[in-house]
């Protein structure tokens, strides 16, 4: 298929169909990925949890990101691309978002960047998007800042909240954001964001209303077990696949069946398949 630019994004609103977005951090993945029917890879900060084994997302650097955001480049040359800012890269000032921001385009390839907030980050999105640095906003449950927020938590169950979640999403479409993550929100409250906006949302644990959906690769394929949060489907159980292979595999080598002969070489066998 042809790779999805970003002001078609805009278009598939419109059209009422649904954007497909999912996470990969490294190449296989990515190329995994690309040979499918989705759209958008979110180089996601994830990362730190799915891929770096950190307890949350705070202590990815800008560094780990585009060390990752690299092999995906390379894995998926049919896929719009977009990548988290890491915390305390884009919250200092809207220049040093900008030359963050900057760092991760220009030494990866990746088109787009996502950051975190509300109405106070719309003026560093503004500044990025005016600096040339495509922008998707994140609302919602903003897991670089859970702690402030009591944990991992649905957001926008008070009225207040609510009203304050839908003025955040205006104010990242205002500031020039091109979709926005609504991540852990009422159903409800979702649909009303999606209608509000003439930019696409995308939903995590917001319901089926969005315009499009995300979810973290390894909580889809059934590979990620720390914590499994209720709105992840697995679509598939590799985990345990993986593990059963691990285990034939040491059972074959400690028993001397692996290799058989299929698998070895006689004198005048050339070096076919290896690589
Ligand atoms: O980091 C991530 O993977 C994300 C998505 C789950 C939205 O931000
Ligand atoms: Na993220």
């Given at each position: 298929?042809?790779?999805?630019t970003?002001p078609?994004c805009k278009?598939?609103k419109?059209?009422?169909k649904?954007?497909?977005?999912?996470?990969?951090?490294?190449?296989?993945?990515a190329r995994?990925v690309?040979?499918?029917?989705?759209?958008?890879?979110l180089?996601g900060?994830?990362?730190?949890m799915?891929v770096?084994?950190?307890d949350?997302?705070?202590?990815?650097?800008l560094?780990e990101?585009?060390?990752?955001?690299?092999?995906?480049?390379r894995?998926?040359?049919?896929?719009?691309?977009?990548?988290?800012?890491?915390?305390g890269?884009?919250n200092?000032s809207?220049e040093?978002?900008i030359?963050?921001?900057?760092?991760?385009?220009?030494e990866?390839?990746?088109?787009?960047?996502k950051?975190?907030g509300?109405?106070h980050?719309?003026?560093?999105?503004r500044?990025?998007v005016?600096?040339?640095?495509?922008?998707?906003?994140?609302?919602?449950?903003?897991?670089?800042?859970?702690a402030?927020?009591?944990?991992f938590?649905?957001?926008?169950?008070?009225?207040?909240?609510a009203e304050?979640?839908l003025?955040?999403?205006?104010?990242?479409?205002?500031?020039?954001?091109?979709?926005?993550v609504?991540?852990?929100?009422?159903a409800?409250?979702?649909?009303t964001?999606?209608?509000?906006l003439?930019?696409?949302?995308?939903?995590?644990g917001a319901g089926?209303?969005?315009?499009?959906?995300?979810?973290?690769?390894?909580?889809?394929?059934g590979?990620?077990?720390?914590?499994?949060p209720?709105?992840?489907?697995?679509?598939a159980q590799?985990g345990p696949?993986?593990?059963?292979?691990l285990?034939e595999?040491?059972?074959?080598?400690a028993?001397g069946?692996?290799?058989?002969?299929?698998?070895?070489?006689?004198?005048?066998?050339e070096?076919k398949g290896l690589?």
């Amino acid at each position: 298929a042809k790779k999805l630019t970003l002001p078609q994004c805009k278009e598939v609103k419109k059209q009422g169909k649904r954007l497909r977005m999912i996470t990969a951090y490294d190449y296989p993945f990515a190329r995994l990925v690309d040979e499918s029917d989705i759209e958008i890879i979110l180089v996601g900060d994830s990362l730190g949890m799915v891929v770096l084994g950190y307890d949350s997302t705070v202590p990815v650097t800008l560094e780990e990101m585009i060390h990752h955001c690299r092999p995906v480049v390379r894995g998926a040359k049919n896929t719009l691309i977009v990548a988290d800012m890491p915390f305390g890269t884009y919250n200092v000032s809207p220049e040093d978002a900008i030359r963050n921001g900057n760092r991760m385009l220009k030494e990866s390839g990746i088109e787009a960047v996502k950051i975190e907030g509300g109405t106070h980050i719309a003026p560093t999105v503004r500044a990025l998007v005016d600096a040339g640095i495509p922008v998707m906003g994140h609302i919602g449950l903003t897991p670089q800042t859970a702690a402030q927020l009591g944990g991992f938590k649905v957001q926008g169950k008070t009225e207040e909240a609510a009203e304050q979640m839908l003025k955040d999403a205006l104010a990242l479409e205002a500031a020039g954001a091109f979709s926005v993550v609504i991540e852990c929100v009422p159903a409800g409250l979702a649909r009303t964001i999606t209608d509000s906006l003439s930019i696409p949302t995308i939903g995590i644990g917001a319901g089926p209303f969005c315009d499009g959906q995300v979810l973290v690769i390894q909580d889809l394929l059934g590979m990620y077990d720390r914590f499994i949060p209720k709105f992840v489907k697995q679509y598939a159980q590799t985990g345990p696949v993986i593990r059963s292979a691990l285990n034939e595999y040491a059972r074959e080598v400690a028993d001397g069946v692996f290799p058989d002969r299929e698998h070895s070489f006689g004198m005048d066998d050339e070096m076919k398949g290896l690589y």
